[in-house]
T-cell receptor
Framework: EITVTQSPATLSVSPGERATLSCTAS??????LAWYQQKPGQAPRLFIY???TRATDIPARFSGSGSGTEFTLTISGLQSEDFAVYHC?????????FGQGTKVEIK | QVQLQESGPGLVKPSQTLSLTCTVS??????????WSWIRQHRGKGLEWIGY?????????NPSLKSRVTMSVDMSKSQFSLKLSSVTAADTATYYC?????FGSGSPSPDCWGQGVLVTVSS
């Protein structure tokens, strides 16, 4: 089973600033990595797949990068609706595994 | 726009079997391109993938739960189901159903989720 680790656990950012979230896999997952946004009381929503491809209707201020074991989600110009928990998940090999999540909170 | 909705008891006694159903609307459960999965989230924790089923009957269960999990599909009702046996308090979680698709490489992965249902295991 591939272990996925996210850092930091919590990121405090001011509106309008940039947020950089990290995700590390215990072995190469190529670019088979997704990012999900989850707000309180809601289901996760797919934001990025293939490490860098935005899902339908996801704004361009969200960008994903990386391959192999190291991945980054960057949110440029944070808006109020972006404050949430972000989960990364590998789908290179089953079982699918998720990181513990990074909470992006208002500074 | 496909929608998924979980249903089932919110309270299950220890040692019993947790049973949940997911109803799919706005899309075909018999699409060969899609797999149907269950994922759970312990309160305040990360997400744990339980497994998937394809309408043709193929399944993949997380090895950590494999001995207790059974999934099935009822195409006539556009539903798929999860059974988790011998539950304990550690199985208390919000359970999500999801549709999985292929993104061009790797395994299928969730692209659309139900709202989730909280299941508590307690006597």
């Amino acid at each position: 089973e591939i272990t996925v680790t996210q850092s930091p656990a919590t990121l405090s950012v001011s509106p309008g600033e940039r947020a950089t979230l990290s995700c590390t896999a215990s072995q190469s997952v190529n670019t088979n990595l997704a990012w999900y946004q989850q707000k309180p009381g809601q289901a996760p929503r797919l934001f990025i797949y293939g490490a860098s491809t935005r899902a339908t209707d996801i704004p361009a201020r969200f960008s994903g990068s990386g391959s192999g074991t190291e991945f980054t989600l960057t949110i440029s110009g944070l808006q109020s609706e972006d404050f949430a928990v972000y989960h990364c998940q590998q789908y290179n090999n089953p079982p699918l595994t998720f990181g513990q999540g990074t909470k992006v909170e208002i500074k | 726009q496909v929608q998924l909705q979980e249903s089932g008891p919110g309270l299950v006694k220890p040692s019993q079997t947790l049973s949940l159903t997911c109803t799919v609307s706005g899309g075909s459960i018999s699409s060969s391109d899609h797999y149907w999965s269950w994922i759970r989230q312990h309160r305040g924790k990360g997400l744990e993938w339980i497994g998937y089923i394809h309408h043709g009957g193929s399944t993949y269960y997380n090895p950590s739960l494999k001995s207790r999990v059974t999934m099935s599909v009822d195409m006539s009702k556009s539903q798929f189901s999860l059974k988790l046996s011998s539950v304990t308090a550690a199985d208390t979680a919000t359970y999500y159903c999801a549709r999985e698709v292929g993104f061009g490489s790797g395994s299928p992965s969730p692209d659309c989720w139900g709202q989730g249902v909280l299941v508590t295991v307690s006597s």
